[in-house]
């Protein structure tokens, strides 16, 4: 710990003569959050790698809660003085006498979920460059109708260090890294894109010819099956739901109406279904901080709390809200690790990590050979939801229509509109085949967005909205 603390250029005494500011207005609980981030991109075009840039964010937070208020101020000058400063700006939301007890320091150690081979600080563009490239021409090699193909690379490194008003002090190294394909066909003067990213809490390791395969493979799979989709026609049907990135249905028709803070102030539909069977049995959903590598996973979350993996559902009951400290607090439970910022300049809430079902038992198979008339997608770019009403639309990017129990023609760009609560009830089938989507999913809230990933086994919603041709 002394190491990060030289780092910032912190000491103990420093720690404490802060936290006492933050707390002179009579605050119950105060944190202190530095942070250090290298980040780097890296853009092919035009068959050349022809831009980069560097960043670094480098500042601390101070935030002060007292009752239901959040007091919050941040610098980006780590000097004693302006650490000070901030700190007796965030302290001005408390107007009682302080009663400051003496502060002893313990050092909080946690899991590593995403060990580091090679740092990306420790490499260069020269070391980076030739991915891109080789990416970028084996696009171009797996199909002549290729047209043009952008691919980009981003890396960042951050270095955390959180202490608090309990005297906990700890640390941690957050790797992310992500790596994006877009390639453009032309056909009989037709023009098709698709897209395809990965993203992971790796170092340089990261950087495989495998990996340059499979997204070479993606994402000109992906866009040559563009030029045969029609748009379907619309209406209410059922919908098969492929493994992987389908696990949008659950980021936003379900996880954010599962965040604590919308059930506290009664603005969820869920906050009257704690406790209460709200889909069938057979159905787990988890948010979950501890997967390997993955981009949504954390050691601890910017609160310090360990990260975990929390049953939102269990057996088709609502097990747990999605907690930080204060909700916690309030709920008379232990936080689960979900109080998250995207940066020092911001006070954490509560926000996703990695959200998915757990496997059911049928085969993918069987359950397309369920549906007589319907569709099945796998393919999505974005969703939204009305946190109130559970209402939600998705952006399907592709598909196929389902003949009586088949896959059959391929469809493209088709919106699937619902309500969070309703499908969740009429999920009637749940596969074997859970599958985390690895793409670059960023969650955003009240202003911030933070890395996340999402999953899912195929499952059939026995009726959703389709948007396509009348």
């Known amino acids: 710990m002394s190491e990060i603390m030289k780092y910032f250029g912190v000491t103990d005494e420093d720690l404490k003569k802060v936290i006492a500011e933050a707390l002179s207005g009579g605050g119950s609980y105060a944190d202190l959050y530095f942070e250090n981030t290298l980040s780097n991109n890296l853009s092919l075009r035009d068959g050349a790698v022809n831009s980069a840039s560097s960043d670094v964010d480098f500042g601390m937070g101070v935030r002060v809660l007292s009752d239901d208020r959040t007091g919050y101020a941040y610098t980006e000058n780590i000097t004693l003085a302006d650490m000070l400063k901030v700190a007796k700006t965030a302290a001005n939301i408390a107007n009682s006498k302080a009663c400051i007890p003496p502060i002893q320091i313990r050092e909080k150690t946690y899991k590593n979920h995403y060990p580091v081979e090679q740092r990306w600080e420790d490499s260069t563009i020269r070391d980076k460059a030739p991915y891109l490239q080789k990416l970028n021409d084996r696009i171009f090699e797996l199909d002549s109708n290729v047209d043009k193909v952008n691919v980009s690379l981003s890396d960042s490194s951050s270095c955390i260090l959180f202490f608090n008003s309990e005297g906990q002090i700890c640390s941690d190294y957050r790797p992310l890294v992500s790596l994006r394909a877009t390639c453009v066909m032309e056909k009989n003067g037709r023009m098709e894109n698709g897209y395809v990213a990965r993203s992971f809490r790796q170092g340089v390791e990261f950087l495989t010819d495998d ?157 397309i050979a369920s549906v007589k008339n319907g569709i099945y997608v796998n393919n999505f770019s974005n969703g939204q939801v009305q946190i109130g009403a559970g209402d939600f639309t998705f952006f399907v990017k592709s598909g196929y229509l389902i003949e009586n129990g088949k896959l059959t023609q391929p469809v493209k760009d088709v919106n699937i509109i619902g309500n969070g609560p309703k499908s969740l009830a009429d999920i009637t089938m749940v596969g074997n085949n859970l599958k985390i989507d690895n793409s670059t999913w960023t969650c955003g809230k009240d202003g911030q967005g933070v890395p996340v990933s999402q999953g899912l086994p195929s499952v059939l919603v026995k009726k959703l909205t389709v948007g396509g041709t009348v």
């Open 211 to 367: 990996l340059i395969e499979t997204v070479a493979v993606d994402v000109v799979k992906l866009t040559a099956l563009m030029f045969s989709a029609i748009t379907p026609k619309g209406g209410e049907m059922p919908v098969v739901m492929a493994s992987g990135s389908s696990g949008i249905l659950l980021h936003e028709a379900i996880g954010h109406a599962f965040e604590a803070d919308f059930n506290r102030k009664k603005v969820s539909i869920f906050s009257d279904k704690y406790g209460k069977q709200v889909c069938d049995r057979s159905i787990n959903i988890v948010d979950d901080g501890t997967l390997p590598a993955n981009r949504g996973t954390i050691n601890f979350d910017d609160e310090g709390i360990e990260s975990q993996k929390t049953y939102l559902i269990r057996e088709g009951v609502l097990s747990s809200y999605i907690h930080d400290r204060i909700s916690a607090e309030h709920y008379r439970v232990a936080p689960t690790g979900n109080g998250r910022r995207e940066s020092f300049r911001y006070a954490p809430v509560q926000r996703m990590r990695v959200t998915y079902m757990e496997n059911g038992n049928i085969p993918e198979n069987d359950i």
